[in-house]
């Protein structure tokens, strides 16, 4: 036990205070009425609506959004987009995608084949040496474009949340200056709480590292003017698929 | 710290820095004046302060169970978790693990509680480099300064002013645009941020039943200290908890919408320990210290408990009209404003503070705005009594016997009208001998001087309103 505990106890009158460390353990973590009704997908119709909020937040935030009739057309508009940009680090141009069924689907590596521009994947392997991980540290320090789908897309606020995890790096979504987002109508959520919910109800299963993201990276630490484009990435797509 | 005298100093040359009061003017409008009716999104019928303020108190109120709990989860997944009762301890133990690694270089995300023990003097004087990455904390630390508010650090100076420090200490051209001041601490962060072993951030609150640190912010630059370093050092403030996720949904929407005024920041990043081993990035390694440096005896006084549920939000200080005109500098702690006022007194002294709770004006402002509706005016009222009074509990000597001596005169004859009447007499009469331009008096003599250091004295009425009812009873003159 350490001392700061026992301090905490003292200062508290504990176990002066009657109840047991049980009780007062079901006390706090409680849940709320209503919190543990499992908040399914939205429905269908729904949609539009949801999707039309999206949209008005992201314009607030210098967050595009692309609305896709299909994984082609998404493939297609993103390849495009690689074409389009010039990369603000070094003059090499590197894409590094998320190992992800929905990202595989656009097949990206095909369409930019002709280019300079090279699509890499995250590998996916039981454990990494640390060799490994400089060389993936280095290929993402190299990408202009990190690409992502999110496990959640929360309309209220334009937010997606990308939770860590095998063939996922943390910082692909981070490091490059243009971060891409791919996501399935069917992941959106109503509100930051109805993601929580979600998380909540996968138990144990949370993972070391989750990220809540709305929109590119900005700062408003000069005279309080907002600028886009401070530590994380400047430019900011979300392709959404059907 | 600042001395009583040059908070006195200091904040006479701030309140006629009109530059200054544009600066923080800003904050006011831009983010203070809108807290309230950003609050209502949150929950338009009932009051999410109050909400918030629940979630905090029951969180503190049993914050053993909720913190072994924090412990117990992040340990779980390999992280360490250590608690520091001082600020001394906490700052060996970084320094211990920056040692174990042969760490040279720090990137740090902002954090309040390391400007508290005094991390960054104590890594430079080991020699590693220690660089802040909020770019309001890197413009403060170029000019080898300390913040001056709790959320935008350099919010005291001019565009201008940057520029011309970025000119000399980045070689990079003049400017005075935002945009390209902000693309050039891009550049020279980035190089740091990918380079340097070790990353130190603050956590904004945590949860403890999934056992995360959640850390706010919009820059980007949090991440990167804390997925970049080989080990990522979170310091906390043991008060700084939450229990639940469900408890994070009042509270996160509470804190942008106060701290910043936005409905969530960019980044809300929860952070629950290392790597783990089939992710191909992340630190190896994960600490996370939870610091008391004095909590826990505030935690022991019901009366003051309350001052733990801050969230750190530092919304009280784009409403307080004495922060407004003097700014976070002359305070001369790391925590200004009103919720400095009351913290501070408490973890260093309350008479060596006392400066801090009586110089705020106890108008309400900071209470009325609070998204954890924190009652800061009842607890400065509350230390200013201990500075008159003393108190053994918390080691406050009596302030002034003279003041004490002169207050109980003043109750004894409030009390006694013939010796009101007396003293009212006594007064008019030497009123007469007092310069009164514009009709108030501008010095009253003697003792009374220094009522009227920083005011104007009304004189008294020719007559009392006791006098007048005797002669006319309620009739017209």
Known sequence: ?242 | MNSPEDYRSSAGKAAADTRLHSALAKMRDKVGRNALNLYTQVDAQADPRLKAKDVRRKVVNNLDVVLTSLAAKITGRGGHVHFAPTDLDAVEYCLGVARRHGVRRVVKGKSMLSEEIGLNAAFEAAGIETVETDLGEYIVQLKGETPSHIIAPAIHYSREQVGELFAEKLGEPYTSDPPTLTAMARKALREKMLTAEMGVSGGNTACAETGHVTIVSNEGNIRMSSTMPRVHVVLLGIEKVAATLEDHDVLLRMLTRAAAGQKISTYVSYVGGPRLEDEPDGPEEFHLVLVDNGRTRILGDPDFREVLHCIRCGCCLNVCPVYLKIGGHSYGTPYCGPIGAVFTPLTRGVNECHHLCQGETLCGACKQVCPVDNDLPRMLSLLRAKLADGDPRWNVRPQSRGTKAAFAAWAWIMSRRPALDLLLRLGRAVQRLLPKPSGWIRRLPGPLSGWTRGRDFPPLAKESFTERWARTRGRKA
């Open chain 1, 1 to 242: 036990m350490s001392t700061v505990i026992e301090r905490i106890r003292k200062a508290l009158h504990i176990p002066q205070g009657g109840l047991s460390e049980d009780t007062r353990a079901n006390v706090v973590f409680a849940k709320g009425a209503g919190w543990a009704a499992p908040a399914g997908d939205v429905p269908a119709g729904d949609l539009p609506g949801l999707i039309a909020q999206i949209r008005t937040e992201a314009g607030h935030l210098n967050l595009q959004v692309h609305e896709c009739a299909s994984a082609e057309q998404c493939g297609a508009e993103l390849a495009a987009l690689a074409e389009g940009r010039r990369p603000e680090w070094g003059t090499a141009r590197q894409v590094m995608c998320w190992s992800d069924p929905v990202i595989q689907g656009l097949g990206l590596e095909a369409r930019l084949a002709g280019t300079d521009i090279s699509v890499r994947t995250v590998p996916e392997r039981e454990r990494f040496d640390e060799t490994e991980r400089a060389e993936f540290r280095r290929q993402v320090v190299d990408s202009y474009m990190g690409v992502t789908t999110a496990d959640l897309l929360v309309a209220d606020t334009a937010t997606l949340l990308l939770l860590g995890g095998r063939g996922r790096g943390r910082s692909v979504s981070l490091v490059p200056s243009i971060h891409v987002a791919v996501v399935p109508v069917g992941r959106i959520v109503r509100t930051f709480r109805d993601a929580l919910r979600r998380l909540d109800a996968r138990g144990l299963g949370l993972p070391s590292n989750m990220t809540f993201i709305t929109g590119p990276s900005k700062t408003a630490d000069i005279e309080a003017t907002l600028v886009h484009g401070a530590h994380g990435p400047r430019e900011m797509h979300l392709f959404l698929l059907p």
